[in-house]
Every structure is written in structure tokens, then in C-alpha cells.
T-cell receptor, first 113, second 111 residues
Framework: NAGVTQTPKFQVLKTGQSMTLQCAQD?????MYWYRQDPGMGLRLIYY???????DKGEVPNGYNVSRLNKREFSLRLESAAPSQTSVYFC????????????FGPGTRLTVT | GDSVTQMEGPVTLSEEAFLTINCTYT??????LFWYVQYPGEGLQLLLK???ADDKGSNKGFEATYRKETTSFHLEKGSVQVSDSAVYFC??????????WGAGTKLIIKP
């Protein structure tokens, strides 16, 4: 039981390049989330998926797109990376979108130069 | 607007010292409150939670009490260990079931 896995762990991009961050969970959770973590700030929600087949914007969605590929997988895409997107990205999942504990992956550290 | 305020870190303590990390929130109603912990190189994990006023959450020797009068949820531990060194995040769940996070407090415990 791996929980929430993310790939890659580290990535360096040049401005304007694109990439997809992958996330998968094996807990049969319905809801999945993408956050970014910046120094001195709390986690900020980028997008979430309350259930398979649905996605919704969070607090900071600009410059990102997501795909809920199936119940297990939820990917985050940067179409044209910018230095402001340098951050640590966390994927999380929960049983549902209500008052449930969120389980986090180990994170992806992304640097955009 | 809705927000969570935590004491700034890093907080540096000696082993076996008493720990308090302050957390206050601004929200409507009485949201569920959480403390998450992030150990070095890992993702966040739930440490404890409280879902209604006066509830006390506890886990691994840590405690926090939901104080609606002061809108606070301070984290305490009576005797910290080196293994408690981590970043601690306070959060609450808003009416849309989204977590609102504090900035995190880095805790360093020296042997």
C-alpha cells in the first residue's frame, strides 16, 4: 500500500517549457487535490477533483491544467512554465470532499529558470 | 477574509522542553481544525484534529484544544524529542470543504 505517489521528485525547466506532474493513489479515494507550497506561505490549492470525472479550480489555478485520468490518477500540467511557478507541489487525496483527512504525497520540487 | 495565523519560526528548543505553537484563525461559524506535520523530505501528515468547540485533539503526546472564544487551536507537547523536529501546519476546513492553511512553523529540537 504505497498511499499517494508523485513523479518526478525534482525537475528543472526553462521558461516556456511544458511538463506534467503525475500523481496516483491506491487508497480508493474519491477526491484528489493539487497544492503548491512556497516559503513563508501556507499551502495553496491549485485544483481539486471531488470525484472521478470532475475538476474544479482552487485558489491559484492560473497557468495550470489538470486531468483526472481515472479514480487513481490526477495529473497537473504546466503548459508554459514561468519562474513564478517555482515551488514545491503536493498531491493529496481523501475519502471524499467533506470533512475527511487528506493524505499527501512526498512532493515535487520544481525550479523554473 | 478567512485566514490562519501561526507563530513565526523557527522555534528552537532543547530536548524535554515544553512546546507551544500558537494558532489563531479567522472564519465564519465553527469549522473543523487540524494540525498537520511535515517531516524533512516528506509530505504532510495529519497530526490531530478537533471538530467542535472545546474538543481536544491528541496524538503522539501532542494536544490542541478548540477554543471558540479566542478562535485558537494552540499545539502543545509536554516534553519534546529530537524526532519531533519538523514543520507544523495549522489549518481549518472552510464551508466549501477546502483546507485553509497557516504558513507553517519550523520546530528544531536540540539534544
Amino acid at each position: 500500500n504505497a498511499g499517494v505517489t508523485q513523479t518526478p521528485k525534482f525537475q528543472v525547466l526553462k521558461t516556456g517549457q511544458s511538463m506534467t506532474l503525475q500523481c496516483a493513489q491506491d487508497m480508493n479515494h474519491n477526491s484528489m487535490y493539487w497544492y503548491r507550497q512556497d516559503p513563508g506561505m501556507g499551502l495553496r490549492l491549485i485544483y481539486y477533483s471531488a470525484s472521478e470525472g470532475t475538476t474544479d479550480k482552487g485558489e491559484v489555478p492560473n497557468g495550470y491544467n489538470v486531468s483526472r485520468l481515472n479514480k487513481r490518477e490526477f495529473s497537473l500540467r504546466l503548459e508554459s512554465a514561468a519562474p513564478s511557478q517555482t515551488s514545491v507541489y503536493f498531491c493529496a487525496s481523501s475519502v471524499g470532499s467533506g470533512n475527511y483527512e487528506q493524505y499527501f504525497g512526498p512532493g515535487t520540487r520544481l525550479t523554473v529558470t | 477574509g478567512d485566514s490562519v495565523t501561526q507563530m513565526e519560526g523557527p522555534v528552537t528548543l532543547s530536548e524535554e522542553a515544553f512546546l507551544t505553537i500558537n494558532c489563531t484563525y479567522t472564519a465564519t461559524g465553527y469549522p473543523s481544525l487540524f494540525w498537520y506535520v511535515q517531516y524533512p523530505g516528506e509530505g504532510l501528515q495529519l497530526l490531530l484534529k478537533a471538530t467542535k468547540a472545546d474538543d481536544k485533539g491528541s496524538n503522539k503526546g501532542f494536544e490542541a484544544t478548540y477554543r471558540k472564544e479566542t478562535t485558537s487551536f494552540h499545539l502543545e507537547k509536554g516534553s519534546v524529542q529530537v524526532s519531533d523536529s519538523a514543520v507544523y501546519f495549522c489549518a481549518y476546513m472552510d464551508s466549501n470543504y477546502q483546507l485553509i492553511w497557516g504558513a507553517g512553523t519550523k520546530l528544531i529540537i536540540k539534544p
